[in-house]
């Protein structure tokens, strides 16, 4: 007979192997296939995985069409700079006093809920050149010179698509900033009042400081999600026109699924993550070069 104490412990493990097992399957050893595929040059379908060496590093960093689509990324890390500032205004408003303020967290917070695939066919609806609701109502309020082939323009598609990662994750940044402000103290605030603080002085002062982490936070996320991207140009432009919205994942599924070179696409995988840990951390370094922790 086991004594509460081992019953106890064996209900503990119990509970614990199915998430370690799913953790052990679908993230470390899917990471080390992910490595192992990427020193080999397998085509998807052979049962031999010949060994190639960093030769699939080599081509990603000798082939400037491969780095090239980084640039188009840089469209949605600034338009994300833009959409963390205007969330972090609309937390400040929506954490205040003010009727209805539930009502408009859950209507902010409502398209990052939606399916993806439906808010893409929503957008391309919308930006379709010839009957698109955005250029019809352009026309209608005189405004016809600013009416465009969004998803067609080399120069505007990637800001167009980065506008809808825009609107979609919107809400959960206003969610993320407003929980961090409302774990201020609000005597913080009401002595600095007291001491004559204006708005902005609260803003920089108290405000800005108490949420430098979840800032950085913030942060982490756009410049991860920017170098990510995959679902909005996979799916309403394919990449187009002439390759001016491709992004890295998109390089890197095509590179696997069109011309069935896993290796090299597996490659791509790690060299992305990579570069996203190097960002991560040069990042964190700037927000904290003055020894703060």
């Known amino acids: 007979m086991f004594t509460f104490n081992t019953q106890k412990t064996i209900i503990i493990c119990l ?3 199915v998430p370690l097992l799913l953790l052990l399957v679908f993230t470390y050893y899917s990471a080390y296939y992910l490595l192992f595929l990427s020193f080999t040059s397998w085509d998807g379908t052979s049962l031999v995985k010949k060994f190639v060496g960093l030769e699939n590093f080599k081509t990603i960093f000798t082939n400037p ?25 609309l937390a400040i408003i929506l954490n205040g ?4 303020r539930n009502f408009f967290k859950s209507l902010i917070f409502m398209p990052y809920i939606m399916n993806s695939v439906a808010v893409a066919f929503m957008f391309g609806y919308l930006f379709r050149f010839e009957d698109g609701a955005i250029n019809l109502l352009l026309h209608k309020i005189g405004l016809s010179f600013l009416a465009m082939n969004w998803l067609g323009d080399v120069e505007i598609v990637n800001y167009a698509l980065a506008s809808v990662t825009t609107w979609k994750h919107m809400g959960l940044f206003v969610v993320i900033f407003i929980g ?18 204006g ?13 430098i982490t979840i800032i950085e936070l913030a942060l982490f996320l756009n410049l991860a999600g920017s170098l990510s991207i995959f679902e909005f140009p996979f ?22 699924f069109v011309f069935n070179s896993y290796g090299l696409a597996s490659a791509m995988g790690i060299v992305l993550i990579v570069i996203v840990i190097i960002l991560a951390l040069l990042q964190r370094a700037i927000l904290h070069r003055n020894g703060d922790s």
């Open 15 to 17: 509970f614990l192997t």
């Open 65 to 89: 069409q491969i780095f090239k689509v980084f640039l188009h990324n840089f469209a949605y890390f600034f338009v994300g700079l833009f959409q963390m500032g205007m969330a972090l205004y």
């Open 97 to 100: 006093k003010i009727r209805g």
């Open 180 to 197: 961090a402000l409302q774990s201020i103290p609000q005597d913080i605030y009401e002595a600095a009042e007291l001491d004559g603080a």
């Open 199 to 211: 708005s902005f002085q609260l803003f920089r002062y108290i405000t800005f400081p108490s949420m």
């Open 235 to 256: 799916i309403l432009t394919k990449g187009g026109p002439i390759g001016a919205s491709d992004t890295f994942v998109t390089k890197t599924v095509d590179t696997a």
